[in-house]
């Protein structure tokens, strides 16, 4: 009778640790299912694009100073694909990107009417530093220009001269997607680049009405700069949604980020 009381003992306790056991791997399949996996998390300098897995998004994140700064890529199935969240602490400069890059040697033409539709939160205004952008970026070649397209930012009143350096100053103005956005036009000497420490142009184009969410009619701006002879270069090289800091600390996250393009 102890025996086989023995023995129903041990069958009781194995079948009690195997329950145990699936139990904690299901919990644990459930709490890293499709919500947690899809999620990369970046905490280094990316040294450039680099791609996102499963996805024909690149990411970039660079700060120039600070400690736990990290950029969170969403995956693709979240948020439009190119779905981020940026955080920052006493960065002194930081940047976090998402979005496309091509570098075929083709015009902007060559792709379309670029659009992105986009929704995001960030911290308040003054956690950011001196100077911020949230917006659509890119670089063009033949020739370099830096490019940026900007619908919000960190500081209070309107971006002016003073926010961006270079020896900004407007050149135009226009209306599109329901606002007016001014254009300005820096000049960079011996500053990093796509291409190394080069000399280059810089095109702004400031929404006069800060939004954090919308549609940005990306070529639109091209065909603006263009009339006043604000020529990008002949390679497209990119466009991605961007965060840029010029310190403090402060977070952005970006719900929904989507590139797409229409004939």
Not at 12 to 36: A, H, P, R
Not at 61 to 80: E, F, H, Q, T, V
Not at 182 to 196: C, E, H, K, V, W
Not at 235 to 240: C, D, T, V, W
């Amino acid at each position: 009778m102890l025996k086989n009381y023995g023995k129903c003992l041990f069958v009781l306790l194995l079948l009690v640790f195997l329950f145990m056991s699936c139990t904690s791997s299901c919990t644990s399949t459930k709490e890293n299912g499709t919500e947690i996996d899809e999620r990369k998390i970046f905490t280094r300098n990316s040294a450039g694009p680099r791609p996102l897995p499963g996805s024909h998004y690149l990411y970039e994140m660079w700060s120039a100073a600070g400690n736990d700064n990290r950029l969170i890529w969403y995956g693709p199935n979240k948020g439009g694909g190119a779905a981020f969240r940026a955080e920052w602490n006493n960065a002194n400069t930081f940047l976090g990107r998402v979005g496309l890059q091509w570098n075929q040697q083709r015009p902007y033409t060559y792709y379309g009417n670029l659009f992105c539709d986009y929704e995001f939160t960030r911290s308040p205004n003054g956690t950011a530093g001196g100077w911020s952008y949230i917006g659509i970026y890119g670089w063009s070649r033949n020739p370099l220009v830096e490019w940026y397209i900007v619908d919000d930012w960190f500081g209070n009143g309107i971006i002016g001269p003073e926010n961006m350096g270079g020896g900004a100053a407007k050149v135009g103005e226009f209306e599109v997607d329901g606002a007016t956005y001014f254009i300005y036009l820096a000049t960079r000497n011996n500053q990093p680049s796509i291409d190394g420490t080069r000399t280059f142009k810089q095109f702004f184009s400031i929404r006069q009405e800060r939004r954090q969410s919308g549609t940005i009619s990306i070529t639109e701006h091209f065909k603006e700069w263009e009339k006043i002879g604000l020529k990008l270069g002949s390679n497209m090289y990119e466009a991605k949604f961007l965060v840029e800091a010029g310190g403090s600390t402060g977070w952005m996250d970006a719900s929904y980020v989507r590139f797409y393009r229409e004939d």
